[in-house]
């Protein structure tokens, strides 16, 4: 089973940038598509980004479009969300999630997803 960890996460002004991490235990995460999705208090849990596990297929939400690259490490079994430019808008909690298989595919539903980590905090102050 796929443990997930996410770190990172915290308090900056608007206009800062963060770089969220995501370690994955297991010896399939080469094989595994990675997601950073987001959840806002009384909102859905919505996608920001998506990687496949090649690394060469990525999507991004139009929202942070320009602004979040999403990159992974698959020798350290690692995947990022670097943040940069960030909005009040941003603030949120991070969750980090993987399903196995998805070498060419950026899912974009957090249906897809099989594993979870257990979020960090982003806030954004203005």
């Known amino acids: 089973q796929v443990q997930l960890v996410e770190s990172g996460g915290g308090l900056v002004q608007a206009g800062g940038s963060l770089r969220l991490s995501c370690s994955a235990s297991?010896?399939?995460?080469?094989?595994?598509?990675m997601g950073w999705f987001r959840q806002a208090p009384g909102k859905e849990r919505d996608v920001v980004a998506a990687i496949s596990a090649s690394g060469r297929s990525t999507y991004y939400a139009d929202s942070v479009k320009g602004r979040f690259t999403i990159s992974r490490d698959n020798a350290k079994n690692t995947v990022f969300l670097q943040m940069n430019s960030l909005k009040p808008d941003d603030t949120a909690v991070y969750y980090c999630?993987?399903?196995?298989?998805?070498?060419?595919?950026?899912?974009?539903?957090?249906?897809?997803?099989?594993?979870w980590g257990q979020g960090t905090q982003v806030t954004v102050s203005s």
């Open positions: 999630a993987g399903r196995n298989w998805g070498i060419n595919y950026a899912y974009t539903r957090a249906s897809e997803y099989g594993y």
């Open positions: 297991g010896r399939t995460f080469s094989t595994n598509a």
